[in-house]
């Protein structure tokens, strides 16, 4: 059976960066799957051109993400609140809620929603999990944004891995071996190349991996691969024995309490292995 998953992200490239190999899987199984941003990433450059008008960027940022979702087989949508201006209030916890009963059948919504921890370092990523988390219950509650039809059942709600530990340290639920998505992944996350090849490197004092970036575009797809395989390897290490199945390369995810919670049958249905 086809189930809709529902991936939130606070800008375009989140999703792809952080759970690209998983939602590669995902389609390729048949499943369907949206890419949801809930900025439309208008200040994350540093070109004359982007400060002197930011609708630039954003454009530019949506044609990526658009051609992202194309790779990865799914579609993309964004709330097109600007960068850095996310805030949980009445209006973007309503949008969040219309957001989410929208995507999936009428009164079933998502099977599975994927996002950021709510303790992420970045204060648009915090609100985004959080704008999440607040709209959970008022998705089954009928007055709430009556124009959206309210949800008979509640989605299971899963955090990508992070390394932060201010808010309690990451829980590996689920470990997914994405050895057969990796390629996929990297040419998703390669499509922004406002961010990988331009923004990230000039900002590599908060990034050291991007530092001394190469100039030539082939060589900054090979260093960018890397990265990635490197990040996903040191996943699959410290996660070997959580995994459904071996690989050389995995993401993890924790499940929030706040959703449906899965019993394991319905953990591997929703998190598949390569």
Known sequence: MALDILCIGA???????SIGGT?????????????????????????????????????????ESIEAARIARADYAC?????????????????MIRAIRSFGEPGRGPDLILTNRPDDYHRDHRYTARLVLDAVYMLTVPPMCPDAPALRRMPVIAYWQDSFTEGGAFRPDAVVTIDAGMAEKVAMVCAHKSQFYEWIPYNSASHPSFADWPEDESRRYARMDGILREMSA???????????????????????????TPGEERLRELFPSA
Do not use: K, W
């Open 11 to 17: 800008h375009p490239d989140d999703n792809e960066f």
């Open 79 to 95: 709330l097109g609140i600007n960068d850095g201006e996310v805030y949980v209030t009445l209006g973007s916890t309503e949008a």
């Open 234 to 260: 040191a996943t699959a290490r410290r996660y070997r024995t959580l995994m459904q199945r071996d690989g050389l390369y995995a993401e993890a995810f924790q499940i929030s309490e706040y959703g449906d």
């Open 23 to 63: 939602i590669a899987l995902l389609t390729a199984r048949g499943h369907r799957v949206r890419m949801l941003t809930v900025t439309n990433g208008c200040r994350g450059h540093y070109f004359p051109e982007y400060v002197a008008d930011i609708g630039l960027l954003a454009e530019r940022r949506r044609l």
